[in-house]
């Protein structure tokens, strides 16, 4: 073949790809390492919000916006590799919401699935499906996909909670709905925290109740209660040696998560702790209750405080340090692994 006739035919490929394109067609050999990389290739970078950083930015929008304005008053964690759909990793969101006393963040529901991990302050609640959850620092509150939930703070001082959201997976799935509620606030239409003294975390359940949700029917797991499972437990417990002493909230119908998307977990790391290396095809995010530590993600050492927010993307091989001689360290996690489980794509491996 002579040389023009080479280069014209080279014309003619560029311009079949073209062509095919403008048909909503592709070539798969073009794409074949993209779509299929021998292992996962998330967008989400490991990465780490210092919570003594994002507070002025809170004090002050709590300063300059209302809360009528905002609606929700929340700075978004978002993963610089994740800025398009505003997620923290991947399938999952975080952010930090600020209510002062006085304030009502008004009724709505969406499809995406919400908790609420309670940072600082007091007197504030909210209102799920017609039940007042009242908020202590360290309580995980459930606000499942599609009830009404609107937040009021009726003690003093500002109010801070980390918001743990599916709204990534929802939208992925173009799943999503949204609805504004026809009042500001719910009337509250059961005895206030009636969910939470019903169960017994899934030892006695009621028998009365006949609806088998696919999330907990629990609006508030208390930090009383979490306290007091680490310290029955104490140092008896060989623990996991890549978690250390870790416990999962469930839903007390499945012993499962505590959502179809989100499984929530508390763990201690005891002083000294140095944690196994393991990966796993679940990204993950951390918030400090307390105590201070490093993680090692990937190689890269992220050193983390009090209050901080950390993230470990799916696949990225992590490891959990608390070098104190005689602090514990308390992490909050949570990950999309039940979607990664419910698809069959789990896998997990030590290093
Ligand atoms: O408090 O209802 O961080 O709807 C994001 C969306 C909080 C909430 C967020 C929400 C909420």
Redesign the pocket.
């Known amino acids: 073949m002579t040389a023009t006739s080479v280069s014209s035919l080279r014309r003619h490929t560029e311009q079949a790809y073209a062509e095919m394109a403008e048909l909503g067609v592709g070539a798969l050999w073009r794409h074949l390492g993209n779509l299929f990389p021998a292992e996962p290739a998330t967008r989400a970078v490991p990465f780490h919000w210092s919570y003594g950083a994002l507070r002025p930015y809170m004090l002050h929008f709590a300063d300059v916006l209302s809360i009528e304005e905002a609606q929700?008053r929340?700075l978004m964690l978002v993963n610089p590799g994740l800025q398009a759909e505003s997620a923290t990793v991947t399938g999952l969101y975080a952010?930090i919401?600020v209510i002062l006393p006085g304030e009502q963040?008004q009724a709505?529901r969406?499809a995406a699935n919400?908790f609420r991990f309670i940072i600082e302050g007091s007197g504030a609640y909210t209102t799920v499906a017609g039940e007042r959850v009242h908020m202590h620092p360290g309580d995980l509150l459930l606000?499942p996909g599609w009830q009404w939930?609107d937040?009021y703070h009726e003690g003093d001082g500002p109010m801070m909670w980390l918001?743990g959201?599916d709204f990534p997976i929802v939208n992925a799935l173009d799943a999503q709905f949204f609805e504004l509620h026809g009042e500001t606030a719910q009337q509250s239409s059961v005895p206030d925290g009636l969910s939470s003294a019903q169960f017994i975390h899934g030892r006695l359940n009621p028998t009365w109740i006949r609806e088998r949700t696919v999330s907990s029917p629990i609006g508030n797991y208390p930090w009383a209660e979490t306290e007091r499972a680490f310290a029955a437990i104490a140092e008896d417990a060989a623990g996991s040696a890549v978690d250390g002493i870790q416990l999962e909230y469930t839903n007390p119908w499945t012993g499962g998560p505590v959502m179809p998307t989100m499984a929530c977990r508390i763990q201690r790391l005891v002083p000294g702790f140095h944690g196994a290396p393991r990966r796993h095809t679940a990204g993950t995010i951390l918030h400090v209750v307390r105590g201070e530590g490093t993680t090692v993600v990937d190689g890269q050492e992220i050193y983390w405080g009090e209050k901080d927010v950390l993230v470990v993307p799916s696949w990225a091989t992590y490891q959990h340090i608390n070098a104190s001689r005689s602090a514990d360290a308390v992490l909050f996690a949570y990950s999309n692994e039940p979607v990664v489980r419910a698809l069959g794509l789990y896998r997990d491996e030590l290093r």
Do not use: Y
Request: charged content about 15%; aromatic content about 0%; overall charge neutral.
């Open positions: 929700r929340v952010g919401q963040a709505h969406h919400a606000t939930h937040h918001d959201l």
